[in-house]
């Protein structure tokens, strides 16, 4: 263990020390009384988790860490536990985002597609039309809604080759033209729905419908049960959507310290 430089005693007589860049230990009499740590995200953010029962420990710990960070800061929080939130409230943190997890029967359940649109997966996408249809779809959520309504998982386009695996995608073809798009990883514990969206163009048209079930449909074939997907509540056309295939199960807060 590093000792000091950043290392402080309060009235509790809690030792604070940085033991590595983004890790702090809460000592007390020689033991460990609680954890701290900043992970750096893919898309750039840092996010800040604290390990300890004691509320004293974790005011002195997440003290020394926004100290050490710079903003803005994030953590998320289960919307049921109310002593954790409270506790990064009382750090400084305030709530900027709100997510849904819904969990989502496989099929059958196939939606039929729109007329004069193709459903298409595996091996019949192709990656340059996907790469096309990625480029689109990024550059109207970004004129749109903004970043901060993606999943995490869905990172900010950074330019350059970003990496696309067809495999993972199913497709909605209108007049040989990608137009909507259903991303799936499977190598989770349960498969979830990493992203799903239909250019502004073919919206409301049955479309993200189509894609969705079809996609239901193969998890269903490789033998999957169900799948789950997270929302941000401000995309109120995905949350109608996912009401109707599937029970929300939970929601997770977002925290920061800035503006994000």
């Keep these: ?27 007390r009499n020689d033991l460990t009384v609680g954890r701290g740590y900043a992970s750096r995200r893919l898309d750039g953010r840092t996010f800040l988790s604290i390990d300890t029962w004691q509320d004293a420990v974790f005011d002195q710990l997440a003290a020394v860490m926004l100290a050490n960070q710079p903003d803005p800061l994030y953590t998320v929080v289960d919307e049921t ?22 969990v989502v029967p496989t099929g059958p359940n196939r939606a039929p597609a ?9 091996d019949q996408v192709a990656e340059a039309p996907l790469r096309e249809l990625d480029h689109a779809i990024r550059a109207e959520i ?9 999943p995490a998982e869905v990172l900010p386009w950074q330019g350059g080759t970003r990496p696309l695996d067809p495999s993972a995608y199913t497709v909605a ?13 499977t190598r989770t514990r349960r498969p979830r729905i990493g992203l799903l969206a239909v250019l502004a163009a073919e919206r409301r048209q049955g479309a993200g ?5 079809h996609a239901l449909d193969e998890l269903r074939r490789a033998g999957k049960d169900a799948a ?16 109707a295939h599937g029970g929300r199960i939970g929601r997770s807060l977002e925290l920061t310290t800035g503006r994000a």
């Design 1 to 27: 263990m590093n000792p000091l430089p950043l290392q402080r005693r309060h009235r509790h007589r809690v030792t604070i020390s940085q033991v590595a860049g983004n890790q702090w230990h809460a000592i």
């Design 173 to 185: 073809v209108r007049d040989g033209r990608y137009v909507g798009l259903i991303r799936v990883a």
């Design 142 to 150: 970004e004129a749109g809604p903004g970043w901060h309504t993606m």
């Design 209 to 213: 419908r189509a894609l969705l079930g």
């Design 114 to 122: 729109p007329p004069g649109l193709l459903i298409a997966s595996g």
């Design 228 to 243: 789950t997907a997270e929302i941000d509540e401000t995309n109120t056309a995905a949350m109608a959507l996912f009401e």
């Design 81 to 102: 536990d109310h002593e954790l939130l409270a506790n990064w409230e009382r750090a400084g943190l305030t709530v900027w985002r709100r997510e849904s997890e819904y």
